[in-house]
């Protein structure tokens, strides 16, 4: 479990190394850590430097934490944020930027291992994954994601909201997540967002069509109806 803090007071990152190092003396996984003093030192560095939790300081000279915040939720990326700060200001407005909790200064240890706890659960429970693009590394929703298609050895993964990640990824990487159905070789779907099944094209509910392959409409099809039995999740 890789920790990101980004604090501009050397003393306080150290102060929440030593906390989660303690919350993490009798866990069955190890803890690394980046260290950041700058929004801007983490914005340059995160592409390289993928973390799975973001410890943030809200009040920070020059990009803020709640800006470095919303430039992460505008790319796209949904990496579990917990805001520190000293005023209680921030609360309402983090709920724009889905942040996983806040804590106020001076914190609170066990306040802070409860926080710890909340996103271990949450995350052996989260439908996120990683998509590396030529430039970053980012989480993402799997339910955001409409379909997958080809482009050689790399993909273009089409979001709902009609926004294009273009990704080193190959397609069989997203295959083996058993996460979309297969419908054609260039081509993997989220049942999610399926409207229709015709012989040889799928048709979501964006309007957009992709093409369904003769091998894969049998299992396709049986699959469809099984997501829309049960009811989508």
Excluded at 201 to 219: A, C, Y
């Amino acid at each position: 479990m890789r920790i990101a803090l980004c604090d501009d007071e050397a003393e306080q990152i150290e102060f929440l190394r030593k906390l989660i190092t303690s919350w993490s003396s009798d866990k069955l996984f190890d803890v690394a850590f980046t260290e950041y003093e700058s929004a801007e030192e983490f914005l340059f560095k995160y592409p390289n430097e993928p973390c799975d939790l973001l410890l943030l300081d809200i009040e920070m000279k020059s990009i803020s934490g709640m800006e470095l915040a919303h430039k992460l939720r505008d790319s796209g990326d949904m990496l579990p944020i917990v805001f520190i700060t000293g005023y209680s200001d921030y609360i309402c407005e983090g709920y724009d930027v889905d942040a996983l909790h806040y804590l106020l200064k001076p914190i609170d240890e066990n306040k802070l291992f409860s926080v710890l706890d909340k996103y271990v659960i949450r995350h052996n429970q989260s439908d996120e994954i990683l998509i590396t693009s030529d430039d970053k590394t980012m989480h993402i929703s799997v339910q955001s994601i409409t379909y997958i298609e080809a482009f050689g050895r790399n993909t273009a993964v089409h979001l709902f909201d009609g926004t294009v990640i273009k990704s080193k990824m190959n397609i069989g990487s997203f295959e083996k997540m058993g996460l979309f159905v297969c419908c054609h070789r260039s081509y993997l779907v989220n049942l999610r967002y399926v409207k229709s099944i015709g012989k040889t094209e799928i048709f979501l509910d964006s309007g957009e069509k992709i093409p369904l392959s003769r091998r894969h409409f049998g299992d396709v099809n049986q699959r469809f109806i099984e997501y829309y039995t049960r009811g989508k999740t």
